[in-house]
């Protein structure tokens, strides 16, 4: 074998990486849908668990002797605020400013909150006057829920939550 031979051996022809660019363009089509529907349920469960963190603070809060409210605005631009003494308005630039903290669907683009109700921790306490749940979903209709009981504990529940669950 030559020199130049050897080197003609080495390579591909245009068929064989046209193959292959095949090949790879319809594994792709078929990866897409399914890392796109991984990540919109990865983006719900992110938002679960900072509602449910937020809830937790409010929670810690209360203890130490103020009213602590939790208001939730559902729609296109959702939000939820965490304040002392009065409930807040969480939209941007809202009065009164949610004082503790805030969570906004610009965060969570492929998540939406469903309307729940306003909830008040009581001073001193860490109680709930009501307990209350607060429902999260996407588009591909995916769904998980934040529980909080009377004692003012708060935990997720619904099919796609981390630990799927009856709620």
Not at 28 to 45: D, K
Not at 140 to 154: F, I, K
Request: hydrophobic residues 40%; positive net charge.
């Amino acid at each position: 074998m030559t020199a130049r031979t050897a080197i003609a051996l080495r390579g591909f022809t245009l068929l064989e990486l046209a193959a292959v660019m095949a090949i790879t363009g319809i594994v792709m089509a078929m990866a897409v849908p399914s890392y796109a529907n991984f990540a919109a349920r990865q983006q719900l469960r992110a938002a679960g668990e900072t509602l449910a963190l937020d809830l937790r603070l409010a929670r810690e809060e209360s203890l130490r002797g103020a009213s602590v409210f939790i208001s939730y605005r559902a729609g296109r631009d959702w939000c939820w605020g965490i304040s002392h003494g009065q409930p807040c308005d969480c939209s941007k630039g809202g009065v009164p400013v949610c004082s503790i903290s805030r969570g906004v669907a610009a965060d969570y683009p492929r998540v939406e909150l469903r309307p729940g109700e306003s909830l008040q921790f009581e001073p001193g306490m860490g109680r709930l006057l009501a307990a209350g749940q607060s429902e999260l979903a996407t588009s591909a209709g995916h769904r998980l829920s934040v529980q909080t009981n009377l004692m003012g504990r708060s935990h997720l529940c619904g099919p796609d939550a981390p630990k799927p669950g009856a709620c």
